[in-house]
């Protein structure tokens, strides 16, 4: 039988590589930057450049498919997940990374059909490292297999999340003292490299043992959960509960008993959902 | 004039790179690890390995040098910089992320002549990038020419640190504080890599705009030091002085303004000097 949407996910491949090279190129000259929702959300022409290179290719090809990218969305596009077939695109994740020629940057495409998530596509492109998932056929980096390291004992892992400033300051304590109560359960370490999709993909790939982000987007959890649970990972949401793609927030790890024993000890703070619609 | 210590440097950057192969090498099989000072302070056989190939290596060319190795010093070897030629290294940085294939994991020596740095090597082995300094001459990364940042405005800035191997809840009580202080200001972003050495090679590449911490030693800095220096960036202590490669703490920055900035915004907290054990010696 017939894979309905391996032509899709050809072509996914095919325009995340191209958005590749447009950054490395936009990398080589200056890079203006301008602000979004605070002086720590950044945005630059780049990545609307790359989106709108993204969406047109596969608008080309694909005219009745649906679309959520971060910065159509930005600009009031609605970010509502429907059944249609949908693109959920963020053409440039680690923005900040990007601004500082930071290594870890990349292209982020997942797609949905009936809101379920069909395949996955990180292009980490300073690496050159081309992560793929579609559902069922199990995960890659560069045409390799790739899975989690199976690692369950919380003691021996390492951590992947984010530190950022926030201007709310219940919720940036909150953040820290997540961050504070993992490194002291005693684990191994923990890491903070600045893109989430990228983090799924190093999860994914077994060099770290878990991610967790309260605050992320749709755009940047798509691509990266196939690819995790396709690499034989577990995704779940920071409460413990089932993955929600609209919650803005998860859990990935190798193993059940570490993303629980995560899910255990941080505490939740509130960050909206992406599928709210703003007043 | 001739180029004083530049066979020793080329022997440094050649031995850097055969020890940088057999650490790849040995990420493809089983690892056992061992706990120093903490249950997240980490080492492995091929830390040890590495250490002895280099040594070995070193001793053989240069048998009046002195060296100041990690494992060697865990052994009970002293840790005291004198005014001879003095090799300090650091076999394996990153060990945590070696054992879990992080990609960030460098070989880092650096060379000290009447206690000044001479040169610098680290390279990061998983991502084969040789990161070298020599006073005087500039830094490179595989023979590209490296410059810091020219960001001088802090709030436009991302600053790398690490949480570090100590549990100790007084000693991560200061290092979160320090952190917070600084996100606050507010800087672009915080990263941790896990690699003290690739953490000075970022700053050298300008990557980020400054890395600091409290808790490294001397073998994870000395290279990384004369690399961000020769890339046009600042060293200095955590408390606004001169850079102390003793004192376990280090801030290496594009400028002396965000240098100065992150100063001001981190609590020091004590952590044993690496020539202590010998001080009040008889």
């Given at each position: 039988?017939?894979?309905?949407?391996?032509?899709?996910?050809?072509?996914?491949?095919?325009?995340?590589?191209?958005?590749?090279?447009?950054?490395?190129?936009?990398?080589?000259?200056?890079?203006?930057?301008?602000?979004?929702?605070?002086?720590?959300?950044?945005?630059?022409?780049?990545?609307?450049?790359?989106?709108?290179?993204?969406?047109?290719?596969?608008?080309?090809?694909?005219?009745?498919?649906?679309?959520?990218?971060?910065?159509?969305?930005?600009?009031?596009?609605?970010?509502?997940?429907?059944?249609?077939?949908?693109?959920?695109?963020?053409?440039?994740?680690?923005?900040?990374n990007f601004v500082h020629r930071f290594p870890f940057v990349s292209v982020s495409i997942g797609f949905t059909v009936n809101k379920e998530i069909e395949f996955g596509v990180v292009y980490s492109c300073v690496e050159d490292k081309m992560y793929t998932a579609r559902r069922?056929?199990?995960?890659?980096?560069?045409?390799?297999?790739?899975?989690?390291?199976?690692?369950?004992?919380?003691?021996?892992?390492?951590?992947?999340?984010?530190?950022?400033?926030?201007?709310?300051?219940?919720?940036?304590?909150?953040?820290?003292?997540?961050?504070?109560?993992?490194?002291?359960?005693?684990?191994?370490?923990?890491?903070?490299?600045?893109?989430?999709?990228?983090?799924?993909?190093?999860?994914?790939?077994?060099?770290?043992?878990?991610?967790?982000?309260?605050?992320?987007?749709?755009?940047?959890?798509?691509?990266?959960?196939?690819?995790?649970?396709?690499a034989g990972g577990v995704i779940m949401d920071t409460t413990g509960g089932p993955f929600d793609l609209m919650s803005r927030r998860l859990i990935t790890a190798s193993s059940r008993p570490i993303a629980e024993r995560i899910a255990r000890q941080i505490q939740q703070f509130p960050c909206g959902r992406d599928d709210e619609e703003s007043s | 004039m001739a180029d004083l210590w530049q066979d020793a440097m080329d022997h440094a950057v050649a031995i850097a790179r055969k020890a940088g192969a057999v650490i790849r090498d040995h990420l493809q099989g089983e690892m056992t690890v061992m706990c120093k000072s903490s249950p997240a302070d980490l080492v492995t056989m091929t830390d040890q390995k590495v250490e002895e190939l280099i040594m070995a290596s070193i001793m053989e060319k240069f048998p009046t040098h002195s060296l100041i190795g990690e494992e060697s010093v865990s052994a009970g070897q002293p840790c005291i910089l004198t005014d001879n030629p003095t090799w300090i290294i650091d076999p394996l940085d990153g060990t945590t992320n070696f054992i879990h294939r992080f990609p960030f994991v460098a070989v880092s020596i650096g060379f000290a002549v009447n206690k000044e740095l001479e040169f610098g090597v680290v390279y990061s082995c998983i991502e084969?990038?040789?990161?070298?300094?020599?006073?005087?001459?500039?830094?490179?990364?595989?023979?590209?020419?490296?410059?810091?940042?020219?960001?001088?405005?802090?709030?436009?800035?991302?600053?790398?640190?690490?949480?570090?191997?100590?549990?100790?809840?007084?000693?991560?009580?200061?290092?979160?504080?320090?952190?917070?202080?600084?996100?606050?200001?507010?800087?672009?972003?915080?990263?941790?890599?896990?690699?003290?050495?690739?953490?000075?090679?970022?700053?050298?590449?300008?990557?980020?705009?400054?890395?600091?911490?409290?808790?490294?030693?001397?073998?994870?800095?000395?290279?990384?030091?004369?690399?961000?220096?020769?890339?046009?960036?600042?060293?200095?202590?955590?408390?606004?002085?001169?850079?102390?490669?003793?004192?376990?703490?280090?801030?290496?920055?594009n400028s002396r303004n965000v240098a100065e900035r992150i100063v001001k915004e981190i609590e020091a907290f004590p952590a044993e000097r690496d020539d202590a054990s010998e001080a009040g010696s008889a």
């Open positions: 039988m017939s894979d309905p949407w391996q032509e899709c996910m050809d072509h996914c491949i095919a325009v995340t590589r191209k958005a590749g090279e447009m950054i490395r190129e936009a990398l080589k000259k200056d890079i203006s930057v301008m602000q979004k929702s605070s002086p720590v959300d950044l945005v630059t022409e780049t990545d609307q450049k790359v989106e709108a290179l993204i969406i047109s290719s596969i608008r080309e090809k694909y005219p009745g498919h649906s679309f959520i990218g971060e910065e159509s969305v930005a600009t009031g596009s609605s970010s509502i997940l429907t059944e249609n077939p949908t693109w959920i695109i963020d053409p440039i994740d680690g923005t900040t069922g056929k199990g995960a890659f980096c560069n045409g390799e297999p790739i899975k989690v390291s199976g690692q369950e004992d919380i003691t021996k892992s390492v951590v992947l999340t984010e530190i950022g400033f926030k201007e709310n300051r219940d919720h940036f304590k909150t953040m820290m003292s997540n961050i504070q109560n993992i490194l002291t359960i005693p684990v191994h370490g923990i890491r903070c490299p600045g893109s989430a999709a990228v983090n799924m993909c190093l999860v994914a790939c077994g060099s770290a043992d878990a991610y967790y982000h309260i605050g992320i987007h749709c755009w940047d959890m798509a691509a990266g959960a196939a690819i995790v649970t396709e | 084969d990038k040789m990161y070298t300094g020599k006073r005087g001459k500039g830094a490179f990364c595989n023979g590209k020419r490296l410059q810091v940042s020219g960001q001088t405005d802090i709030k436009q800035s991302l600053i790398i640190t690490e949480l570090g191997s100590s549990r100790d809840p007084e000693v991560v009580r200061h290092i979160f504080s320090s952190m917070q202080k600084i996100l606050c200001i507010p800087v672009h972003g915080m990263r941790c890599a896990g690699s003290a050495a690739i953490n000075m090679c970022l700053v050298a590449g300008g990557a980020a705009e400054a890395y600091y911490e409290i808790g490294i030693h001397c073998w994870d800095i000395s290279a990384g030091a004369v690399i961000v220096s020769e890339a046009g960036g600042v060293l200095m202590d955590v408390e606004g002085g001169p850079l102390d490669l003793m004192s376990r703490r280090v801030v290496a920055a």
